[in-house]
């Protein structure tokens, strides 16, 4: 059974540095991976999606790579805000099965 | 931009009521999942369907759940008699990828439910 897991759990950060939060997934026969932004009390926004064939994607200041045969995606943050404070999921798709999420980085930015 | 739209927003209820929550995916999306996430858990799978169709309705509890996606557009997510366990954001979401292999996932806004 796919077992995705996000480390660490939270992270505060001062605004301006540079991040990385990591997901990890047990079975690396999926078909593409993708991070979600989670705003207190509200529904997801998709990020970035990656293909099984891919190697990372880019949009404005996050890159997102995937090393499918390691099990890890990483999730890259330039230049941190404090508008980026929110929960991060990261979701793989495998054959058969919806998308299986991790628990979430809840990252923190402060001015 | 499209977007799903759900409804409601939030739902106080007393344990063993009926409620019902609404979605409607982005036009064109023929796949629907509704997802459940507990407050500082990673959303989990209730039912997906492909147009009218349910794919995978594993892990829906079906002595008091209930979905249906009658003309393959809109869905509706029932429980009765809801129970205290049940608090919960209910997520529904749409993709354009068939059901065996997801595309994108978009997510609507989420209906909060509370059973007191």
């Known amino acids: 059974k796919q077992e995705v897991t996000q480390i660490p759990a939270a992270l505060s950060v001062p605004e301006g540095e540079n991040l990385v939060l990591n997901c990890s997934f047990t079975?690396?026969?999926?078909?593409?991976l993708q991070w979600f932004r989670q705003d207190p009390g509200k529904g997801l926004t998709s990020l970035l999606l990656?293909?099984?064939?891919?190697r990372e994607q880019t949009s404005g200041r996050l890159n997102a790579s995937l090393d499918k045969s390691s099990g890890r995606s990483t999730l890259y943050i330039a230049a941190s805000q404090p508008g980026d404070s929110a929960t991060y999921l990261c979701?793989?798709?495998?054959?058969?099965?919806?998308?299986?999420f991790g628990k979430g980085t809840t990252l923190s930015v402060s001015s | 931009e499209a977007e799903v739209a759900q409804s409601p927003r939030y739902k106080i209820t007393e344990k063993s009521q009926a409620v019902a929550f609404w979605c409607d995916p982005i036009s064109g999306h023929a796949t629907l999942y509704w997802y459940r996430q507990i407050l500082g858990q990673g959303p989990e799978l209730l039912v997906q369907?492909?147009?009218?169709?349910?794919?995978?309705d594993s892990q829906l509890p079906k002595d008091r759940f209930s979905a249906e996606r009658l003309k393959g557009v809109d869905s509706t997510l029932k429980i009765q008699p809801a129970e205290l366990g049940d608090s919960a954001m209910y997520l529904c979401a749409s993709s354009p990828g068939f059901a065996g292999r997801t595309g994108e996932l978009f997510f609507g806004e989420g209906s909060r439910l509370t059973v007191l």
């Open positions: 369907f492909q147009d009218e169709s349910v794919v995978d």
């Open positions: 079975d690396s026969a999926i078909y593409n």
């Open positions: 979701a793989v798709n495998q054959a058969g099965t919806a998308l299986i």
């Open positions: 990656i293909q099984s064939s891919q």
